[in-house]
């Protein structure tokens, strides 16, 4: 990364970051926190990972994904640069390395005033680790992609604490004592400032600042060292939002201070209000409603169950599941069965889906009683005809499974209100 940003002129350098880790909840901070920075006035550009429905949705500015001609244009420019790198001692440039290096030149090219940049996988390797964030951000930390980041909480928070740097303030919702340890010591250790974000129905478990969080019937209250924000209208759905949101505000916070910015405390509220990312708890149809929601691994299964709950009401809930390589799909299933009325196992169309046949086998192990979809769209449409006009429908367990549903014309949503941006104008 190193290599060949020097060759575009290290456009990493050009913009001050909020840099994004964390087994779960990690795109819902990126895009609040940069809601909330848009909403102050500022140009801000965010990187995500991965996308739902338009490879595009991984580089945005201002809500408005990179033009289809300016990716092609700067990832032309790097390819050559990729393969003269992959000779020498560095080895192969991946795909991943290349898109993360075209948004990087974009957001310098397009002059943002800040970016908010989430991780791919892990943080201390990942491609994302080579800015100097003015904040770094560990959401929390739970037992995912253990084969690459370790089996233990205290592993995968040294791997996701990679993205601490010196002199820069650490926000953490993490809540496992052997997690926040590892961070604590982290930041200790690159002189970062902690800030822990926690609900106002636990008590301070580690030394440093709190922001404190907590519910008013269904809005929020953030409390800071700094601030009272009362009574805010989250924009995404799920209780697990108003966590995300609370982390995103300790974010910001702190990055307005380390550049002496004076974010409006209206700003605060319209950006958690306005934040929109695809394939999280989104509805796209009614009549019956349906929803997609990116989870794939057993935390984020617990929180879409309770999430899903506050929706299906007197209804019954039809879960179609397709899941990726690389997850346990056993715990996954376990974690999100409990309230389903009706189970569809499929599997999505990318190469990296996991085998219906693997995925029978879990449910088989946990004596769940399914029905099967070679496809997602078939999966959606048995769904569908089963389901009624007060129930729910939700698609989840893979991104790509949620991303197959774009081109279902069974479930008609407004496509920008779906992807959650804009294109560009003129932009074919």
């Not at 990716?71 to 560095?90: G, H, K, N, Q, Y």
């Not at 930041?187 to 970062?192: D, P, W």
């Not at 129905?201 to 209250?221: A, C, D, H, I, K």
């Not at 367990?397 to 992807?419: H, Y």
Request: charged residues 20%; aromatic residues 4%.
């Amino acid at each position: 990364m190193w290599a060949i940003l020097d060759e575009l002129g290290n456009p990493h350098e050009r913009w001050p970051s909020i840099h994004v880790a964390g087994t779960n909840g990690k795109g819902s901070v990126t895009a609040y926190c940069a809601a909330i920075l848009h909403a102050a006035g500022l140009r801000v550009g965010r990187y995500h990972s991965p996308y739902v429905f338009d490879l595009r949705e991984r580089i945005i500015v201002n809500d408005v994904m990179i033009p289809r001609e300016r990716f092609s244009a700067l990832m032309t420019r790097i390819v050559p640069i990729a393969e003269r790198i992959a000779t020498d001692e560095l080895g192969p440039v991946t795909e991943f390395e290349m898109k993360t290096c075209v948004g990087f030149k974009h957001f310098a090219d397009e002059a943002v005033d800040a970016a908010c940049i989430e991780t791919g996988l892990g943080g201390r390797l990942d491609a994302t680790n080579v800015i100097l964030p003015r904040v770094s951000v560990v959401t929390n930390i739970g037992l995912d992609h253990t084969a690459i980041l370790g089996e233990t909480h205290r592993q995968i928070a040294r791997e996701k604490g990679g993205i601490i740097k010196p002199g820069s303030r650490l926000v953490t919702a993490a809540q496992e004592p052997d997690a926040l340890e590892v961070l604590a010591a982290l930041g200790r250790e690159m002189m970062a400032g902690m800030t822990h974000v926690r609900h106002a129905s636990t008590q301070p478990s580690v030394p440093g600042r709190s922001v404190v969080w907590w519910e008013e019937n269904e809005s929020l209250t953030v409390h800071t060292p700094v601030m009272d924000l009362k009574r805010l209208e989250v924009g995404m759905l799920g209780a697990h939002q108003r966590e995300n949101a609370a982390v995103a505000i300790a974010a910001v916070e702190g990055f307005a201070a380390s550049l002496e910015l004076d974010i409006p405390m209206e700003a605060y509220a319209e950006g958690v209000r306005t934040a929109c990312l695809p394939g999280r708890m989104q509805i796209v149809s009614h009549n019956p409603t349906v929803v997609l929601d990116g989870a794939h691994n057993r935390e984020a299964a617990g929180t879409v169950r309770r999430a899903i709950s506050e929706l299906v009401g007197d209804g019954k809930l039809y879960l179609v599941i397709g899941m990726s390589k690389g997850h346990d799909a056993g715990p996954f299933l376990a974690a999100l069965t409990p309230v389903s009325g009706s189970l569809i196992l499929t599997q999505p169309s990318s190469d990296r889906r996991l085998p219906l046949e693997s995925l029978q086998a879990a449910a088989d192990d946990l004596e769940l009683t399914y029905t099967v979809a070679d496809t997602v769209s078939g999966a959606v449409d048995a769904a569908r005809n089963l389901a009624g006009p007060k129930d729910t429908i939700l698609v989840t367990g893979s991104f790509f499974t949620v991303g197959d549903c774009a081109a279902l014309g069974t479930i008609a949503a407004d496509p920008m209100r779906t992807q959650c941006y804009t294109p560009p104008e003129g932009n074919a």
